[in-house]
């Protein structure tokens, strides 16, 4: 029988404004779970990060079980009522259809699954973001998969040495899912050059060659796409199995040390550093910064472990005074160049339509007025 963790996350509502739900939301959707999981799921976890509320199920049904995404769905339609009592702010943003049909992907919660059978011991980590896009897992999953300067078991253990396949999506494909299958280490430039672009490619799941399982969940929805407006960012959350012929945890939590510049900030609209932060942390400046956090589990029978905060460590205190102080320093740039997202990536409706108007009043120059302009300052 083999063993199922989905991990759904969604921002339903937060006080004053996009910084952490309340107290009361939390406890109402643990009670529906309560309540109505039945002989669903084994085991669960609630969590925040940022506004968002994260659901950890584990069960024996496999990937995109109606009835699991239901019970997901229906605990995030009941908080979304005890959201909106309270005057929570964007109570059921990312809510994004009216009624549930079959899974909750492409109707606005993120989604990650894995299902595997169970090795003797099952280690994992539940990483969730806020207030950036599923892109900023890709520099990360990179380095912890593929290059030994992060990962020494890629020369030091024999079933990494094999590589990893790497499925991305062109996630600006919107008609269907638009996917790539590439292997490292032979494909290595090819993956570099997909994945340099996190607004269009991203990681969605990562394979291990030598066994074939599967190692990464990455949720790839992007919210744009399906409002067909900014209604908020997406958020991104991931699943990591770890140890053994996968990367060792450390390994997968080195490169988040760089915090990378990524999309997400205010509005949506901006670029910022990721910042590892602790399990159930909001957001502050400038509605972020884009913040991950990070909980180790291991699991046996479907049974979690209580989870083990990653980024609860001295050594990731430095770093996030070293994150902070890059988000000062781009923020001191406001608007102008790589502080903001370019035009094509802007979700956020107000600068659009002012960009369509100023597009109407552009005009082109008349070509013969221009030579007679230059005729008349040769002569003189």
Not at 287 to 307: H, Q
Not at 317 to 322: A, E, I, L, S
Not at 346 to 360: F, N
Request: proline share 6%; charged share 25%; with cysteine.
């Amino acid at each position: 029988m083999k063993t199922t963790i989905t991990a759904i996350k969604a921002d339903i509502g937060s006080i004053g404004g996009h910084i952490c739900p309340s107290k009361k939301l939390l406890t109402s959707v643990e009670n529906y779970i309560k309540e109505y999981k039945k002989d669903l799921i084994v085991d669960y976890r609630i969590s925040y990060t940022g506004d968002d509320i994260a659901f950890l199920f584990t069960h024996f049904l496999g990937k995109d079980n109606k009835d699991v995404h239901k019970l997901a769905w229906d605990t995030f339609k009941y908080g979304s009522e005890v959201a909106e009592s309270q005057g929570l702010y964007g109570a059921g943003q990312d809510l994004l259809k009216d009624s549930f049909s079959g899974n909750v992907k492409g109707m606005g919660p993120a989604v990650a699954e894995l299902s595997f059978k169970e090795r003797p011991n099952e280690p994992f980590l539940f990483f969730a973001a806020d207030k950036t896009d599923p892109g900023a897992y890709n520099l990360p999953m990179y380095l912890s998969f593929s290059d030994p300067m992060y990962n020494s078991g890629l020369i030091l253990s024999s079933p990494m040495s094999k590589g990893f396949r790497f499925k991305i999506m062109d996630v600006s494909h919107t008609e269907n899912d638009r996917l790539i299958e590439l292997n490292t280490p032979e494909d290595l430039y090819d993956i570099a050059s997909l994945l340099r672009d996190p607004e269009r490619f991203v990681v969605e799941s990562i394979d291990s060659v030598d066994s074939g399982e599967q190692a990464v969940s990455v949720s790839t929805t992007r919210l744009r796409n399906i409002a067909g407006k900014y209604t908020g960012k997406d958020d991104p959350i991931a699943l990591v199995r770890v140890q053994g012929s996968f990367p060792a945890t450390g390994e997968v939590l080195a490169p988040y040390n760089i915090g990378p510049y990524v999309a997400g900030f205010m509005r949506g609209s901006h670029t910022g550093p990721l910042m590892p932060v602790k399990q159930n942390t909001s957001v502050s400046f400038f509605d972020g910064p884009p913040v991950v956090s990070c909980a180790a589990y291991c699991v046996r029978d479907g049974i979690l472990t209580e989870p083990v905060d990653a980024f609860d460590h001295p050594y990731w205190d430095q770093v996030r005074t070293r994150i902070s102080e890059k988000a000062t320093e781009i923020r001191k740039q406001g608007f102008f160049g790589n502080a903001m997202l370019p035009y094509s990536e802007l979700e956020y409706g107000g600068i659009v339509e002012k960009l369509d108007k100023l597009e109407q009043q552009f005009y082109n120059r008349d070509k013969d007025v221009l030579s007679e302009v230059e005729e008349t300052d040769m002569v003189s």
